[in-house]
């Protein structure tokens, strides 16, 4: 599977020196499959080592036709660790999370300073299209295509490759990504189903499916939860926490229950500053910030 | 454009960062780009073409004495006049064709959104709208073959002359106007209907908790509200008569100037005689008609073009106007 | 003072318009197909084969009068069914990537500037009548393709069977392309733009270059759309008269594919344009029960391409948004 993975990724073109050979990710394990509930430990908060950085954002500002979005963040993220954007509505979370793969780029009037480094280069000198392929995103509300099943998955990569794979080649990429999002069982007896017809949960780990199975080294999620009900949010959740063994994970949602339950690290901005940041016990046991306290309890949100 | 970012502290904005290049791309992207282009800016060029040409020639061969001068049969083209009459057809029909198309299309319309959304009448308004589908569906010379079809049935002479041998001609302004009005049906139906139903419920329910009738409430809140859209669908109805030749050369009987029919109420002579539109007079100067006149021809129709740019230009403005007084902005959209 | 209507009495006059227009639609089927039964009632429907001079066949029947007799209705109309059929897929196949194209350029790669052009100009051209496309076809194209485009050698090939006079199939079908493109543009441009934005924001965040992501992503999704404009534009192709008549040459033959390029230059009847030429000679039965069941055919091929257009959207339903 990996030589396959390693096949396709070959055949992007040699790039200028300041930008890297496309896609040679060294992962520190293998990648594994969602375990069943029944194989995970009964404690939630494995105590990872965390992997190595895989992006680092220094004073990174963001701003809609002048008026300022988010101000002067710097953070750090790692594979093998989960980091929870939290904060009140409109304090720049969201932003800053579409502006780790560029996607603020579709806004016309967005504009962006400051360094935010991928593995060691600045991603303003990376294709937007060799970006978006290594740091993936999901988003609120699941939009899978209007197509089957398999087709979804294997968009990304279909398209991304210079020649077009045949089906002989997708197909296990196919399935090892809907394993790892833990959708194969559910829908592995007819993959040529209309996306649209499975369930608002379903649909959701499709989308996350489809993101991964192009192996991404930094995964972003906007509030993935929030469209779902508890069920298939629990779902998602155990997702996440089994996926950041082979990524990066960036979160944002606006409830602190959830943040509790996922994040390993936690950044709390506040109306575009990064009021905190710090590991999970740190934001929300020992915060140092008063508004970090008040925001954690509740006090206003 | 990529600014350098040497000073993460620095002032430069950023507001792209590098592009997919090109090269990336395969190839069958890159023409499919072209392609797009290429089809896009040809079209233009096509309308381009088609409007300069038109104008060209018309001004070339346009002079007012010819708007204003009847036709007459001659031999030279110095002899065979305006078109002073087949512009007056023109408009004749399309009176009688919107007067007949507009007061059933509406009626159709409303009856189908008012009266008919729920039980036996549902279906019928699913007949009432399929008819109209077909109708709008057929081409025009059917339409035609139809009215005549239709005309000539003795019963029916009354609407036109009788030949010799006692044929009913079937030809006849009221006959092609009441035909013309099957064609600007669709068009004022379909306004209608969209109109009254993008009507939002609460200003229905607002007017029957008042204690209004339901008709009461069709003449003074829902009528007045869908003023735009009966404007456009009317205008299109317009434009659609005004650009039918099949109709006319089939129904109108053909004659170069107005001929009354004989006999009869006076005041009907004219729209029970024959004559010929703008469309029909362009169709028999062009080669494929008996005269073969092309300045004549390419006269008639740079003033047809006008017209229809004309009309197309109202609709927009309406359309235009309608979206900034609904308070949206004015969609892009091209239907 | 008059009496507020009830509403009852409304409804009823609402109603009665709308029957109207019911009967309108069932009156029309009807005397067309009263008016075409000698000719079915003659051959059942070996007259739409082919056999005969069509020419020959025609020439009599509009020279019979009065009660004529039953082997006058003798009818082989297979060289016009052969020309529509050639002319209208020909101009379907040449309309539909054109108006796909041009549809995706407006929406999704025109400059702001450049689409608020193209708007009015595809409504523009929507709308010129079909009788200035004639009149441009026969005054502009039918010389120059006669004069400029077909050599001796293709004329002489067809000396004595055909005259190439330019006026040809390839003008008609150029033309009628050119006439039924912009309604498909403005439909797919429609269908275009309402395609939601969060499948958009998702094949970029995938990484997929613009042109891979409109034709994977947009353009799959409105195939009802696609579908539902070619259903219409063919609608028109078949029923184009006036254009048709006037480039076509107006010649009873149907153009030979054998013929290498010469083909394209060789005239042709359309059923519409039969009709169309044939018109003054309703008064003859014969002919007269010839027309209407020609114009039977149309009317019924309208009906069968809505009904086949409802028909193959729904499966492609199948893949869209569960309304």
Redesign the interface.
């Given at each position: 599977m990996t030589t396959a993975v390693a096949e396709l990724k070959s055949n992007?073109?040699e790039r200028a020196l300041t930008v890297p050979p496309v896609r040679t990710i060294v992962l520190d394990r293998p990648p594994e499959p969602v375990r069943p509930v029944s194989q995970r430990d009964a404690v939630r908060r494995i105590g990872l080592a965390a992997g190595p950085e895989r992006l680092r954002l220094?004073?990174v500002s963001v701003s809609y036709g002048g008026k300022d979005a988010v101000r002067g963040v710097s953070l750090s993220i790692h594979q093998g660790e989960v980091l929870a954007l939290i904060g009140p509505s409109g304090c720049g979370k969201t932003t800053l999370l579409r502006t780790l793969?560029?996607?603020t780029?579709?806004t016309p009037n967005?504009?962006?300073?400051?360094?935010i480094v991928l593995d060691g280069h600045?991603?303003?000198?990376?294709?937007?299209?060799?970006?978006?392929?290594r740091v993936?995103?999901v988003?609120q509300?699941p939009?899978p295509?209007?197509?089957?099943i398999f087709d979804n998955v294997a968009?990304?990569l279909?398209?991304?490759s210079?020649?077009r794979p045949r089906r002989a080649e997708l197909e296990p990429l196919v399935l090892d990504a809907l394993r790892r999002a833990g959708l194969y069982e559910e829908v592995k007896d007819d993959l040529h189903r209309?996306a649209?017809?499975l369930s608002g949960g379903q649909q959701q780990r499709l989308?996350i499916a489809?993101?991964i199975a192009?192996r991404p080294e930094v995964l972003l999620m906007d509030e993935p939860c929030s469209a779902l009900d508890p069920i298939s949010t629990g779902v998602v959740e155990d997702l996440i926490h089994e996926l950041r063994r082979e990524l990066a994970v960036v979160v944002v949602t606006h409830n602190l229950a959830q943040a509790h339950r996922v994040a390993d690290k936690v950044a709390f901005m506040y109306l575009g500053d990064l009021v905190e940041y710090g590991t999970a016990q740190q934001v929300f046991e020992e915060s140092r910030a008063p508004r970090t306290r008040d925001y954690v309890r509740g006090t206003f949100g | 454009m990529s600014a350098p970012l040497a000073n993460p502290r620095g002032v430069a904005l950023a507001t792209r960062g590098r592009r997919s290049s090109v090269r990336t791309w395969r190839w069958s992207d890159r023409l499919a780009v072209l392609a797009a282009w290429a089809a896009g800016l040809f079209l233009c060029a096509v309308a381009a073409a088609v409007v300069i040409y038109m104008g060209y020639r018309g001004i070339e061969y346009l002079r007012p004495a010819l708007l204003f001068s009847r036709p007459a049969p001659g031999v030279a083209q110095s002899e065979t006049g305006g078109f002073l009459d087949p512009l007056l057809g023109t408009m004749l029909l399309t009176a009688i064709g919107i007067a007949l198309a507009a007061p059933l299309a509406i009626c159709s319309a409303l009856w189908i959104v008012e009266y008919g959304r729920h039980g036996r009448a549902r279906r019928m308004s699913r007949v009432v709208e399929s008819s109209i589908e077909v109708v709008a569906g057929t081409p025009d010379i059917v339409i035609a073959l139809f009215g005549v079809a239709l005309f000539q049935l003795h019963a029916l002479a009354f609407l036109s002359s009788t030949g010799e041998g006692g044929g009913v001609t079937g030809q006849s302004f009221i006959v092609a106007g009441a035909v013309m009005s099957l064609i600007a049906l669709p068009p004022i139906f379909v306004a209608t209907r969209d109109g009254l139903q993008a009507v939002p419920a609460h200003l229905r329910e607002a007017a029957y908790a008042l204690g209004k009738t339901r008709i009461a409430t069709i003449r003074r809140v829902l009528l007045p509200r869908v003023r735009a859209n009966l404007a456009t669908g009317v205008t299109l109805g317009v434009s659609r008569i005004v650009a039918d030749t099949a109709i006319v050369i089939v129904l109108l009987g053909d004659t170069l100037r107005f001929e009354p029919a004989t006999g009869g109420l006076p005041g009907l002579r004219l729209l029970r005689g024959t004559g010929s539109s703008l469309t029909s007079y362009v169709f028999d100067n062009s080669p494929a008609g008996e005269a073969g006149a092309p300045q004549k021809a390419y006269a008639a129709a740079f003033v047809l073009l006008v017209f229809v740019v004309a009309l197309n230009l109202v609709v927009e403005r309406i359309g235009r106007a309608q979206a900034s007084s609904q308070g949206l902005a004015a969609d892009g959209g091209i239907a | 003072m008059m009496r507020p209507w009830s509403d009852r009495r409304a409804g009823g006059i609402l109603g009665a318009a709308s029957l109207l227009t019911c009967l309108c639609v069932l009156a029309m089927v009807a005397f067309v197909a009263v008016n075409a039964w000698p000719i079915f009632a003659h051959d059942g429907l070996r007259w739409l084969g082919p056999g005969g001079s069509i020419k020959g066949q025609i020439e009599t029947m509009l020279n019979s009068t009065g009660h004529p007799p039953a082997s006058v209705f003798h009818l082989r109309a297979w060289p016009i069914v052969y020309g529509t059929l050639l002319v209208t897929v020909l101009a379907v196949a040449i309309a539909l990537p054109l108006a796909v194209l041009c549809a995706v350029f407006i929406v999704e790669l025109a400059p702001a500037g450049v689409r608020g052009v193209m708007v009015p100009v595809v409504r523009l051209l929507a709308s010129v009548p079909s009788v200035i496309w004639g009149l441009i076809g026969v005054l502009v194209l039918v010389p120059y393709v006669g004069n400029h485009l077909i050599t001796t050698s293709e004329r002489d090939s067809l000396l004595g069977t055909v005259q190439l006079t330019g006026a040809s199939l390839l003008v008609a079908v150029v033309v009628l392309a050119l006439m039924i493109a912009p309604i498909m543009v403005a439909l797919i441009c429609d269908a275009l733009a309402a395609v939601p934005a969060s499948w958009r924001e998702g094949a970029a965040a995938l990484g997929v270059n613009r042109p891979r992501a409109i034709r994977a992503v947009n353009l799959r999704a409105i195939r009802p759309a696609i579908v539902a404009a070619t259903v219409l534009a063919t609608g028109r192709a078949l029923g184009e008269a006036i254009m048709i008549s006037m480039v076509s040459g107006s010649f009873f033959f149907a153009p030979r594919p054998g013929d290498g390029l010469t083909f394209l230059f060789e005239p042709l009847r359309t059923i519409a344009s039969t009709l169309v030429d044939y018109r003054e000679g309703i008064g003859a039965p014969a002919l007269k029960a010839t027309l209407y069941a020609l114009a039977l055919l149309l009317l019924l091929s309208a009906l069968v391409l809505s009904l086949g257009g409802h028909l193959i959207k729904q499966p492609l339903r199948r893949h869209q948004v569960p309304a």
């Open positions: 992007e073109p220094e004073e793969n560029r996607l780029e579709l967005a504009a962006r300073t400051g360094r600045d991603i303003h000198d990376l294709e937007d299209t060799a970006l978006r392929a993936a995103m988003f509300q939009n295509f209007p197509m089957s968009f990304a279909r398209e991304q210079r020649r209309p649209l017809r989308c489809r993101a192009p | - | -």
